[in-house]
Each structure stands twice: as structure tokens, then as C-alpha cells.
């Protein structure tokens, strides 16, 4: 990819900050920094320098109440258009995904080293398959930064063996299948628990087992699973589960 022309002068565009934002929800926002590599990416492809990027990524974290809950504080002096498109497409998941795409796609027609999935022409099931991976690749970036990829039961932190887990699922309602507060960051043992109804997340957040492992008699399953009943999980910097998303998970 051939990088454009730096130009920090100009003001920021609606959509340099539209790719800005969707960024912002894909990394950990400890790594919002210059030198993170995706920020340097970022910065090539809108023709601006890596700091100015992160600048930006900061801003929108002024705008984050659950950094504000931990006292983490973004960069002030964000603009006006800023919390525009926070307010636009903080809870308009699919429509952020998509436009990022199209306008990622535009800067950079070759598509070389884009990080998404190009949708392809054709028949119309290849289209939905990549519309599919694009909500799937945003979702999970999205789940497993946003608690520093470790299992929110366990503490795992190893990427490769951690799910995002939706809480109510992508067959079942289709405006939150890309939304983070949908999900869980979840080892795959712990997912398939989740998914199969072994354990569930209260409101307060704490772990429920289910009755029948409770009472299991293999040492294993009580050593692994029952144990760990009543714990209360690991929350995310960003994005925590949704109350009513677990509520539909514990009735359904």
C-alpha cells in the first residue's frame, strides 16, 4: 500500500472519523498509541501521522462512560463532529461495520492490506458470506480487546483459544449480532458451557452453574466448572455485557 500524503493540517473528515471510531472499538484502548501498528495503518491510509490517530482515538475515549466509571479519561478537547459520530454509531453496530468497509474499500481500491474481507461479486449467498465475516472479525476485535483478551471466567490469555461469545445469539437477532455489549470473552470450554446452557451471568455479574453439575459426581466438572459458581466475572474496560442480553440468556 502506498502511503498518501501527510497532511495533519486539514481538518478531520466525517469519514476519517467514522474509520477512526471503528478502530477505536477494535483495539485495546491502552494501545491507542503511535506506535501501535494498526494505528500506524490507519494513519497511512488517511495521509495523517500516527499520533494525530491517536489524538483521535483518545478523544473518542473522553466520550466512553465506562472508561469514565474507572477513572480512565480520554483526551480532552474533541470536536463537536467527535461526538457526532460517537452518538451516530455507538449502538448502529451493522451500519458502522458496513460504512467502514465501503469507505476502507474506496481509500484503497487494490484492497492490499486491508485488514477486512473484501464482500465479493456474484450471487447473492457470496455477498451475505462476507457481510457475515465482516460483523464476525468486528465483533470479535471488538469482544476480546475490550477484556484484554483473557477469558472473563478463567483469566486464559491466550488469543487463540478464546471466543466471543454471543449472549443472545447470531441466529436470533440480527441488529445484535456485531453489537460488543452482546458478548462475552470466554475460553472455548467456558463458551460451550455458555452456548449449551451449563452456566449462565447473573445481572450482577456473577457466574451461575447449572443444578445438574452442581450435583455432578465427576471430580473434574466440579473441580473445573462447579467451583467457580458465584464467582463473579471479569469485566470488560469497554462494552459490558448488557443486562437485558443476559436476562434473555438465563430465561431463554
Known sequence: MNARPVN??????????????????RIPFQRTKATDMRVKQLASLLGRTPASVARKLGNFGAFDPQLAARNISGLTHGSKLDKAVWDEFHSNWNGLIVHAHELRRDLQPDHSASPLPVAPTGPSERVVTAKQRLHQAFFRDAVLSS??????????????CLVAG???????????????????????TFDCLFDTGFVTIEDNYT????????QSRDQAALDVIAKRNGQTIVLPIRFAPDKECLRWHRVT
Open 8 to 25: 495533519d493540517g486539514q481538518p478531520w473528515t466525517r469519514e476519517q472519523l467514522i474509520l477512526a471510531f471503528e478502530l477505536y472499538c
Open 166 to 188: 454471543h449472549i443472545i445469539p447470531w441466529s436470533v437477532d440480527e441488529q445484535r449480532r456485531a453489537d460488543p455489549t452482546n458478548g462475552v470473552c470466554l475460553s472455548a
Open 147 to 160: 477484556y484484554n483478551n483473557r477469558c472473563c471466567i478463567t483469566g486464559l490469555p491466550i488469543p487463540e
Open 207 to 214: 457466574l451461575r452453574v447449572s443444578r445438574s453439575l452442581l
